[in-house]
């Protein structure tokens, strides 16, 4: 058989057929973030107090002011509690004034909100008090989706085809993502989500494969760059969208539609040449071959092609294949944990953009923005630097920026913010090189099982971010201490890759063990 690498310099590596494969694969890539970061802002809290209209029947004519002094008791601080109110009682108005009330109960008859900056699912299903949790229920089971959906089409990508695992997941987006704007209530609208994680996953852990085994060695870390750019443009894109619309049910629907487009387009993107030659199926191999070359105005020796029409395969691997050899094992292990611990410390982070003590859209915008300078960055230094030195590097740096942030008072809200940029920076940077290392390590038999388990292994991270900032509760420093720890364990651990910067792509194990040397 001839190389692929070979079949690629033929027909061009990095010419207009890429360039539009790419284009195609990357553009949802904006859209995907809308559906994850929507939930800072459907999601988003007010100041909110127990309806105590009960007072009104008694005195209709009291103001705002009035019934809360009569009805609400305070903090410590002077404010009103959010998630308790005066027991009512059966008295006159001039009583309750001279006199108070002074037993209290939970809030009975719902809540008002003070001065709501968004008009979110909080308000609409009244997700406070004693069903404050159910908002931290909505990102776990969104994260929990993401990873079913690694889980579920990373493997099924090696049945199916990378093609298949790439439109399916967009058509269940569209659906789903639409439906979420529907939800007449709060257990269809995380049901919804669910399903939307799961197709958020499912095309996440597939697109960028598909792109990569198509280009060469030069240019094979653009996929997993340049996705990762129109996500943090999608960031900044949610926040300017949550800005100027303040209902989270036309969010909905403005950040699904794009999709439309997708959906129709992505019936043309062509299935992976180099996965069709790891299946035996040369003929289909060879038609995309030659379309690729007719789209680059470049043509294929014929002696390139009689070697791709003899080929015959056997190598169909599963995510078992990963633990079966000593080499694959070690290289699993080390990267399943470093894509663990940037997720888990990303995602901490970007849930927590609430919390920093500046305004929340601004926050937002700002996280977003960072992530574009990181991977501009990350596709030149990769080809500078290497794969190894940039994951050791900003997983460490990442892990001791979070201690820092652990060290400053939280009410310094600038230099908190500012730390937690910063660290975002780091992190996405490590994230897109992890991303790009599990593409290159792995053989074309497994690829896509040892993709798709990382994507599990990082969804996982997504899935106890939310969980891991409860623990702000105890200290708020918990949280990003343990995140600083995951990050330097995984920097650590690094050491231990290979080099794979410039190298052809493995097809079978036996490649992984040249390149380790």
């Avoid at 009244?126 to 404050?132: D, G, K, S, T």
């Avoid at 079966?324 to 080390?334: C, E, G, N, Q, V």
């Avoid at 343990?482 to 052809?504: D, K």
Wanted: proline share 4%; with cysteine.
């Amino acid at each position: 058989m001839a190389d692929f690498g070979e079949i690629l310099i033929a027909i061009g590596d990095y010419g207009l057929f890429q360039k539009l494969l790419l284009f195609g694969l990357c553009f949802p890539n904006l859209i995907l973030p809308f559906h994850l970061y929507s939930l800072i802002f459907t999601d988003a809290n007010d100041i909110h107090y127990c309806n105590t209209d009960w007072i009104l029947k008694v005195s209709p004519n009291l103001t705002g002011e009035q019934q809360l002094n009569l009805t609400v008791p305070r903090e410590q601080d002077g404010s009103f509690k959010s998630c308790e109110m005066f027991t009512p009682v059966d008295w006159d108005i001039e009583s309750i004034m001279d006199y108070g009330i002074n037993t209290t109960t939970s809030c009975q008859d719902g809540w008002v909100y003070e001065n709501p900056k968004f008009k979110s699912t909080v308000l609409e299903f009244n997700l406070v008090c004693r069903n404050a949790y159910l908002r931290i229920v909505a990102q776990f089971l969104f994260m929990v989706g993401i990873m079913v959906g690694a889980f579920i089409f990373g493997p099924l990508s090696e049945r199916l085809g990378r093609r298949r695992a790439t439109q399916i997941p967009l058509v269940l987006m569209l659906i789903f993502g639409l439906g979420t704007g529907l939800a007449p209530n709060y257990y269809v609208y995380i049901t919804t989500q669910f399903v939307v994680g799961i197709s958020f996953g499912g095309f996440r852990v597939n697109c960028v494969l598909l792109a990569t085994e198509w280009i060469g060695v030069s240019k094979r870390s653009y996929p997993s760059s340049i996705s990762k750019i129109c996500n943090a443009v999608g960031q900044c894109l949610i926040a300017v969208i949550a800005f100027c619309i303040r209902d989270w049910r036309i969010v909905q629907y403005v950040i699904t539609s794009p999709l439309v487009v997708v959906v129709i387009y992505i019936w043309l993107i062509p299935e992976s040449a180099r996965w069709l030659l790891s299946r035996g199926r040369n003929e289909e191999a060879k038609k995309f071959i030659l379309k690729a070359a007719a789209i680059n105005k470049s043509t294929v020796p014929s002696e390139i092609l009689n070697k791709i029409t003899v080929h015959k395969s056997t190598d169909n691997g599963t995510i078992w294949d990963l633990f079966k050899s000593p080499l694959l094992r070690k290289y699993t292990l080390i990267l399943n944990f470093s894509w663990f611990a940037t997720n888990i410390a990303l995602y901490s982070l970007s849930f927590n953009v609430g919390n920093f003590g500046l305004n929340i859209f601004l926050t937002q915008l700002l996280f977003g923005l960072v992530e574009i300078p990181a991977n501009f960055i990350c596709i030149w230094l990769l080809e500078i630097w290497g794969r190894r030195i940039s994951q050791i590097s900003t997983l460490v740096v990442g892990g001791v920026i979070c201690f820092l942030i652990s060290a400053v008072p939280q009410d310094n809200a600038i230099i908190v913010t500012s730390f937690a940029i910063f660290g975002k920076f780091c992190i996405t940077w490590a994230g897109t090189v992890c991303n790009v290392f599990i593409q290159e390590v792995f053989p074309t038999s497994v690829r896509q099982s040892a993709n798709g388990l990382g994507a599990m292994s990082a969804r996982m991270g997504g899935i106890l971010a939310p969980l891991v900032n409860l623990l702000k509760m105890v200290h708020w420093a918990i949280p990003t201490s343990i995140n600083g720890t995951f990050l330097l364990v995984g920097g650590c651990l690094s050491f231990m890759l290979p080099e794979t910067m410039r190298t052809e792509l493995p097809d079978h194990t036996d490649d992984v063990s040249v390149n380790e040397k």
